[in-house]
């Protein structure tokens, strides 16, 4: 069992720079491959990135390819989600998710292949 808890939203003008973090407990976290997803009001959650379980590869959506950056540090038991240029239509709420199968060499963007989820974190761009 993995708990999930997301951290540094907030509210950032257009062009500006957030860092996301996310807590695992459990001792697995290092073995799982974990993502990135994002909810905006109205619409179904969006598949923003994905890392290894040992960091060596990491998928990004093309919506955001080249201005985050997904991260992780597993002695600390934390995936890092960095966002540089943010846009207004990046404005959601995000969530990081744990997929249970350890040490997968399979990579999905597929919310429902996803078993452990944070409660999200609400970033704001502002125009």
């Known amino acids: 069992q993995v708990q999930l808890v997301e951290s540094g939203g907030g509210v950032v003008q257009a062009g500006g720079s957030l860092r996301l973090s996310c807590a695992a407990s459990?001792?697995?976290?290092?073995?799982?491959?974990m993502g990135w997803f994002r909810q905006a009001p109205g619409k179904e959650r969006e598949f923003v990135g994905t890392?290894?379980?040992?960091?060596?590869?990491?998928y990004y959506a093309d919506s955001v390819k080249g201005r985050f950056t997904i991260s992780r540090d597993n002695a600390k038991n934390t995936v890092y989600l960095t966002m540089n240029s943010l846009k207004p239509e990046d404005a959601a709420v995000y969530y990081c998710a744990a997929r249970s199968e350890s040490f997968s060499r399979t990579y999905s963007s597929m919310p429902r292949e996803y078993d452990y989820w944070g409660q999200g974190t609400q970033v704001t761009v502002s125009s």
């Open positions: 459990g001792r697995t976290f290092s073995s799982y491959n």
């Open positions: 890392i290894s379980w040992s960091g060596a590869r990491i």
